[in-house]
Structure formats: C-alpha cells, structure tokens
C-alpha cells in the first residue's frame, strides 16, 4: 500500500527557533500534499495545500510567514515553522495525494514541543 | 472550517456489539465520503470510502451506508473488537480530494 513518511516523528525546540518537517510519498508521486494540524483529543484542521513546483495555498487564519511550506519533487513537501512558540506545540499531520488514483494518504505525524 | 459534523462524541459497546458513528454534510460539491481510524500518536488510516452513487459499501465487519437526499453517511462496525477501540473521523471533499474536511471525531472503546 501507499506510504507517506514524516520526520522526524517528534521535536522539542526553544522558543524563538526554526523547525523544519519533512513529509515523503514513498512509493508514490504527489503532486499534492497538505499538511494539517491537530490539537489533543480533537479533529484535524488543514492548514494549508502544497503543489510542487509552486506555491501552497494556506487556510484563512494560518500565518504563511510562520509556516513556511516547500514542496520541491513530487515525493516531498517540507513544513517549516519558523520562530516557534509554545502554542505551536501540536501534532503537525501530513498527507499526499497520489496523482493517478486522487486517494490522500496520511503520514504518522510529528509531535512538535515548543518550551 | 469544519464542514462536516459527526456524532456521537464517544461511544462505549460491549465485544460483539455494533458500532454505529454517524456524519452529516452541507456541501453538495462533496462526491467522495472516507472514514480514517487514527490511534493515539498516529497518522489517520483509510478504512474504507464511498462516492455518491451507491448507498451502501461493506468491507469485512466495515460498512459505510449513504443517504444522499439526507446529506448524510454512517460507519458501521459489525462484531466490534477492543483492538477497533481509536478514534474515527469522517470526511468528504469534492472534485480530485483536494478540499478534504473532517468531522470532530468519536472515540470508540470496545469493551472486553
């Protein structure tokens, strides 16, 4: 089956730092992945949609300058999330479109910790 | 931007029972109606999918039942196991699942 993969898998940083994620289709092309953001006990929420080769498209109320999307190949998309602070601390989830069949396939996430 | 909503909240059934988790939905653009199982610290997990033109899909003990005139779609769990206890969510997104939504989740515990 499609696998996407997501390092790391968990992060603590300082606060005032930069944070970078990778997400990788593995045995896919997306040429679509977006990335989602999901506080405890509650459902996810798009944060924004990555294209390759342009620029993501970010959900009202997500800072773009705070979080810095790349999506460079068709196998990956990073999420940098710049000057962390501690409410940025969540699990970040991604997943990737697969271009023939349109299924999403989500990754495991990253648990990011911000102190 | 929750545009999909799903209840119960939580669910508790006995070994054997029936799991019934239901959602329901606004956008009549949506053509494509998944449900992930997702495990504390995990990425979620497709379990099984519908499109609007059938009203009823069953993989194993799973079966999605669709209700397009009422906007609405559920999960049934036949013959619920303590390993089914995860959190579940709905969702739909339209066109080639570029918009994908979900609903807030249920947690399910499966009772020995």
């Known amino acids: 089956g499609a696998v996407v993969s997501q390092h790391p898998s968990w992060v603590i940083c300082k606060s005032g730092t930069s944070v970078k994620i990778e997400c990788r289709s593995l045995?896919?092309?997306?040429?679509?992945m977006f990335w989602y953001r999901q506080f405890p006990k509650q459902s996810l929420m798009l944060m924004a949609t990555?294209?390759?080769?342009?620029?993501?498209?970010?959900e009202q109320g997500v800072e773009k300058d705070k979080f810095l999307i790349n999506h460079a190949s068709l196998t990956l998309s990073t999420l940098t999330v710049t000057s962390a602070h501690p409410e940025d601390s969540s699990f970040y989830i991604c997943?990737?479109?697969?271009?023939?069949?349109?299924?999403?396939?989500f990754g495991p996430g990253t648990r990011l910790t911000v102190t | 931007q929750q545009q999909v909503k799903q209840s119960p909240q939580s669910l508790i059934v006995q070994k054997g029972g029936i799991s019934i988790i239901n959602c329901a939905y606004e956008?009549?653009?949506?053509?494509?109606f998944p449900w992930y199982q997702q495990f504390p610290g995990k990425g979620p997990a497709l379990l099984i999918a519908?499109?609007?033109?059938?009203s009823e899909k069953k993989e194993g003990r799973f079966t999605i039942s669709f209700n397009k005139s009422a906007k609405q779609f559920s999960l049934h769990i036949m013959d619920s196991q303590p390993g089914d206890s995860a959190t579940y969510f709905c969702?739909?997104?339209?066109?080639?699942?570029?918009?994908?939504?979900f609903g807030a989740g249920t947690r399910l515990t499966v009772k020995p």
């Open positions: 997943s990737a479109r697969d271009y023939s069949s349109y299924e999403q396939y």
């Open positions: 045995d896919f092309q997306a040429t679509t």
């Open positions: 990555s294209n390759e080769g342009s620029k993501a498209t970010y």
């Open positions: 956008n009549t653009a949506f053509d494509y």
């Open positions: 519908i499109r609007p033109d059938v």
């Open positions: 969702a739909a997104s339209s066109g080639n699942n570029n918009d994908m939504r």
